[in-house]
């Protein structure tokens, strides 16, 4: 059973950037994501990458601000969060899976607690 701690969360002002954790534990898996939901608004695909190879996806709204990476050394994927803006706000879910589309949150059988993001304005 895959158990994912994440860490990383909090309140900034427009503008500022964040940097969230998860750290994964107890089996195997080949994909980790980011998903993020606000208050009153459906579930959004922020970014995902592939383990093996590396290769990453962005959802439309994060394109050129978030960057995902991962250390293999420490089974650890990160969200770098740049130029944050006031809708950015949400609760952001760290996921870990198999499967071809990464983009889907069907993918990702293994989900984190979700850290609180605000981006005040």
Request: aromatic fraction near 14%.
């Amino acid at each position: 059973q895959v158990q994912l701690v994440e860490s990383g969360g909090g309140l900034v002002q427009a503008g500022g950037s964040l940097r969230l954790s998860c750290v994964a534990s107890g089996g195997t898996f080949d994909n980790s994501a980011w998903f993020r939901q606000a208050p009153g608004k459906e579930r959004e695909f922020v970014a995902a990458i592939r383990w093996n190879g590396g290769s990453t996806s962005y959802g439309d709204s994060v394109k050129g601000r978030f960057t995902i990476s991962r250390d293999n050394g420490r089974n650890t994927v990160y969200l770098e969060m740049n130029s944050l803006k006031p809708e950015d706000t949400a609760v952001y879910y760290c996921g870990a899976g198999r499967g071809y589309w990464i983009e889907l949150y069907s993918t990702y059988a293994y989900w984190g607690q979700g850290p609180q993001v605000t981006v005040s304005s």
